[in-house]
């Protein structure tokens, strides 16, 4: 690395480590956004046969978040059963689902709020693929995102013209929405 770029890269990291944060959080409000408005069967309702339910959008986060941001890290074991979060879910499996997706999202905030330059370089294997620290975090929180904007559309699904908005054209402008 040449001189000249150093002095950047704190800055960098800086940026990166705010984004990702911003994006988890963002993430998690329109999630529980979503989950105010509808009942434990809607929640758990597959719509159609071989599609996914909210909730089973809910355990696959969970699922992915610790493995890519936490057991990628070597902060854990990686323990991840990818095929219980496609099984059916009951209404009371819920506040487990919950709680599992909020522990997933604060795990994976404490490590991005300690990464160093060298862990987002460090080559690491993850679910059988070669990634770096960077790429590894970038696919799991624009994962996280995308199944997010599939929990809205579910919910819209299910609530149709009921569904509320949680966005206002009067709302703060200090970051890119969600």
């Known amino acids: 690395m040449s001189h000249a770029a150093e002095p ?5 990291l800086d940026a990166l480590r705010s984004e990702w944060q911003y994006l988890l959080i963002a993430a998690i409000e329109k999630i529980e956004h979503c989950l105010e408005q509808l009942n434990a069967e809607q929640i758990c309702a597959r719509p159609g046969p071989g599609l996914n339910s909210i909730a089973n959008q809910l355990a696959h986060i969970a699922g992915n978040l610790r493995q890519w941001s936490v057991a990628g890290f070597d902060l854990e074991p990686d323990r991840r059963d ?89 709302g703060p402008r200090d970051n890119v929405p969600l």
């Open 8 to 12: 950047l890269l704190e800055p960098l």
């Open 82 to 170: 990818r095929d219980r979060e496609f099984a059916d879910w009951e209404p009371s499996d819920l506040r487990r689902l919950n709680q599992e997706l909020i522990m997933a999202l604060n795990e994976a905030s404490q490590v991005i709020a300690r990464l160093t330059a060298s862990q987002l370089l460090q080559t690491r294997t993850i679910q059988g693929f070669q990634v770096t620290g960077l790429q590894a975090l970038s696919h799991t929180v624009t994962h996280l995102v995308g199944h997010t904007h599939q929990i809205v559309q579910l919910t819209r699904w299910h609530l149709g013209p009921g569904y509320r908005f949680g966005w206002s054209e009067d």
